[in-house]
């Protein structure tokens, strides 16, 4: 089992920055990815970002080049850095930890860009 908990959401201004954080504890040396995904309201929840167990980084287009994800020193802590803030990238933000196949979902952490 692995529990996730995110935080670092906020209100913000267009233009702005917010680091959000993904803690996790639990078995965390089977996890083979971990990912941030945001779901806006109406909308399906959209894969942002994934960093895999060798740290390579993968972007979906609409965040690629003002997001980045990245891992603590601790390795159990994955954040995600944005940047140039859209008030298009309000939504609820998930984190997402996959162990042997199974997913484990944070609760997510609000994110408000204001124009």
């Known amino acids: 089992q692995v529990q996730l908990v995110e935080s670092g959401g906020g209100l913000v201004q267009t233009g702005g920055s917010l680091r959000l954080s993904c803690a996790a504890s639990g078995t965390i040396s089977s996890i083979s990815t971990m990912d941030w995904y945001r779901q806006a309201p109406g909308k399906t929840r959209e894969s942002l970002a994934t960093?895999?167990?060798?740290?390579?980084?993968y972007y979906a287009d609409s965040v690629k080049g003002r997001f980045t994800i990245s891992r603590g020193m601790a390795k159990n802590t994955v954040y995600l850095q944005m940047n140039s803030l859209k008030p298009e990238d309000t939504a609820v933000y998930y984190c997402?930890?996959?162990?042997?196949?199974?997913?484990?979902w944070g609760q997510g952490t609000q994110v408000t860009v204001s124009s």
């Open positions: 960093i895999t167990r060798d740290d390579n980084t």
């Open positions: 997402r930890a996959v162990m042997w196949g199974t997913p484990f």
